[in-house]
């Protein structure tokens, strides 16, 4: 089924075209690659799975409540727009803001596919070059199941403005850190922690499942911003450390000010003003936004972007605490949540098999 369909929002243009200018480079030395490197690309060609079969496609959405979300996760649940609604009125918005959450993860992927493309063209090192390569691959399977996943909500939303101008700016950037920077640093910091969010909060399998098996290969691709920045960055004068500095806070509170379901609400015939003023104030809303930067900021820290001006923008975003955790321990909490639902859907398919199997001998023995 085509997602074209699902769009409601009218007269969506079929393409996004944005011009580049950049310069492609070929890297003729083919030394060993950095260790650390070379180790993720490894990592990278080794968990490749396949998103057909890896997740349990047979299970479905809830039909009141799609991912089974608590209603106080909304940003609108403690206003009167809430509670006037009728039953009807609330299942429809659920669907709808829900859909809006998972079609920004789609729109992202495919943002991530488009930057890993070029991550490939652009950047000088040959190990880099390699690991990008497999992110490609990565960023096209996360777009095959957030479209599936979209699909069963019968509904679709294209990417918000917000989000358009950070990836419009990661693209246009001729300099090919500043596309990493935006994209693998603060786009899929972001997305990490939005991902981790579902995981852990919806109740509903499918949801689960497909987050955190994309999330096991986003926490590589945040680690291979993180290392190839990290040897990049001290190799720069300070006036252009000091302009990577100002274009990634002005991102960060980009992304946490402007941010908002706008489109879903005007589809919902709801005021859209009051309803994002709503979602600013609301204290559920507020955690999480903060919570956004968990996985960002201790990236920013080891990367060398951390003078005393991006310290004091975390300071008073509240999230500078962050800076103390340790992405390694993080990495390893995503992939052994993914394999611990891995486990899941292998114990279910062979409750499946043994029950068609003992059905089989049931209806032999009758038979004779
Ligand atoms: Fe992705
Ligand atoms: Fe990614």
């Not at 040959?126 to 199941?145: C, G, N, P, S, W």
């Not at 879903?264 to 709801?270: H, I, K, M, R, V």
């Amino acid at each position: 089924m085509s997602l074209r369909d699902l769009y409601a929002v009218p007269d969506i243009d079929p393409c996004w075209t944005v011009p580049q200018n950049f310069d492609t480079t070929f890297n003729w030395e083919y030394d060993d690659g950095r260790k650390p490197m070379m180790h993720l690309y490894q990592k990278g060609k080794d968990m490749q799975w396949n998103a057909l079969s890896r997740v349990n496609w047979d299970e479905e959405l809830d039909p009141e409540n799609p991912m089974e979300l608590p209603d106080e996760m909304g940003a609108l649940y403690y206003t009167p727009i809430w509670a006037k609604m009728n039953d009807k009125e609330k299942i429809n918005a659920r669907r709808h803001l829900q859909a809006w959450n998972i079609s920004q993860f789609l729109q992202g992927e495919q943002a991530a596919l488009i930057c890993a493309s070029k991550t490939v063209q652009q950047v000088p090192y040959l190990d880099a070059k390699f690991y990008a390569a497999t992110q490609v691959m990565d960023e096209a399977r996360h777009i095959e199941a957030y479209q599936k996943l979209l699909n069963k909500f019968g509904v679709a939303y294209p990417m918000t403005p917000p989000l358009q101008t950070l990836v419009d700016q990661a693209l246009r950037d001729s300099r090919w850190d500043m596309t990493y920077l935006a994209m693998q640093v603060v786009i899929e910091g972001l997305a990490l922690a939005a991902f981790a969010n579902i995981r852990d909060t919806a109740k509903n399998s499918l949801a689960q499942q497909v987050n955190a098996f994309v999330m096991e290969d986003e926490s590589r691709h945040v680690a291979f911003g993180r290392i190839t920045l990290k040897d990049y960055y001290p190799h720069l004068t300070q006036a252009e450390r000091d302009e990577r500095e100002d274009f990634l806070i002005e991102a960060c509170y980009h992304m946490r000010d402007r941010f908002d379901a706008r489109e879903a609400y005007q589809a919902l015939g709801l005021p859209v003003e009051e309803c994002a003023a709503a979602a600013q104030e609301c204290g559920y809303m507020k955690m999480y936004r903060t919570a956004l930067f968990q996985r960002i900021v201790p990236i920013v820290r080891d990367i060398g972007l951390w003078s005393e001006k991006v310290q004091n923008a975390y300071a008073d975003m509240g999230v500078l605490d962050f800076a103390k955790m340790d992405y390694r321990t993080l990495m390893a909490g995503d992939q052994k949540r993914a394999e611990e639902l891995d486990e899941i859907n292998r114990r279910k398919r062979q409750e499946y098999v043994e029950g068609v199997a003992a059905l089989g001998a049931s209806g032999v023995s009758e038979a004779q």
